[in-house]
């Protein structure tokens, strides 16, 4: 069996999609109800719901034999995984924004609010500038508003929440996508069967 964990949500729907076009179709994933486990026997796979977040930790600790996390968790996590392949789907990318009149003298410690401490960091690190981290864990638009903080790091995908915040992109980070990604271990022992999947999902990745 090769165990996979598929993010719960919009982006998992398409990445099922994906592995069902693949020939790794699981029919009763489709039903309606709370369970998280699904397998078809014949096809050898057994999938998981997990937190879009999580993939990355089932799979680094073996729980899962592959999975599909967001570039944005595996910079941010750096979890010891293989990363196999770029999906190009929930596409994306990591900005920083601030409210429309914002002015950086470029001196005084900029506060930063961002669910992605390690990637404003790093970022930050590189450009020499001194900052103070404020790690939120949702609606990070709003710290700007409220004086919480200067600018913030955060996902940019339609532009919307920005705009209907009076929020813009002051700067791109870096562009983010799902990527497949494999367990060590797991890949030593299921070489065979997991580069099977990689293959027949790359045939299906839409440019
Ligand atoms: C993400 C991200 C932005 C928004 C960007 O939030 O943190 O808030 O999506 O998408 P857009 O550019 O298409 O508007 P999410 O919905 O994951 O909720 P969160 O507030 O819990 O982070």
């Given at each position: 069996m090769i165990n996979v964990a598929l993010p719960k949500g919009r982006l998992g729907e398409k990445v099922y999609a994906m592995f069902e076009k693949a020939g790794y179709e699981c029919p009763s994933i489709k039903e309606v109800n709370r369970k998280l486990v699904f397998e078809n026997e014949e096809k050898r796979i057994r999938y998981f719901w997990v937190k879009p977040s999580d993939v990355s930790i089932y799979v680094e600790r073996g729980a899962a034999d592959i999975g599909v996390a967001g570039k944005d968790i595996l910079l941010e996590y750096r979890p010891d995984v293989y990363e196999l392949l770029d999906l190009n789907i929930g596409k994306c990318c990591m900005a920083v924004a601030a409210p429309k009149d914002f002015y950086d003298n470029g001196v005084r410690t900029l506060k930063v609010a961002?669910?992605?401490?390690?990637?404003?960091?790093?970022?930050?690190?590189?450009?020499?500038?001194?900052?103070?981290?404020?790690?939120?864990?949702?609606?990070?638009?709003?710290?700007?508003?409220?004086?919480?903080?200067?600018?913030?790091?955060?996902?940019?995908?339609?532009?919307?929440?920005?705009?209907?915040?009076?929020?813009?992109?002051?700067?791109?980070?870096?562009?983010?996508?799902?990527?497949?990604?494999?367990?060590?271990?797991?890949?030593?022992?299921?070489t065979k069967e997991i580069e099977a999947v990689a293959r027949k999902l790359g045939e299906m990745i839409q440019p």
């Open positions: 961002t669910k992605f401490s390690n990637i404003a960091r790093t970022y930050y690190n590189g450009l020499g500038r001194e900052i103070d981290i404020i790690h939120l864990n949702g609606s990070i638009e709003l710290a700007p508003i409220l004086g919480l903080s200067d600018v913030i790091v955060d996902i940019v995908e339609t532009g919307a929440t920005l705009r209907e915040n009076n929020l813009e992109v002051f700067e791109t980070i870096v562009p983010i996508s799902a990527r497949l990604i494999a367990n060590k271990t797991g890949f030593q022992f299921k």
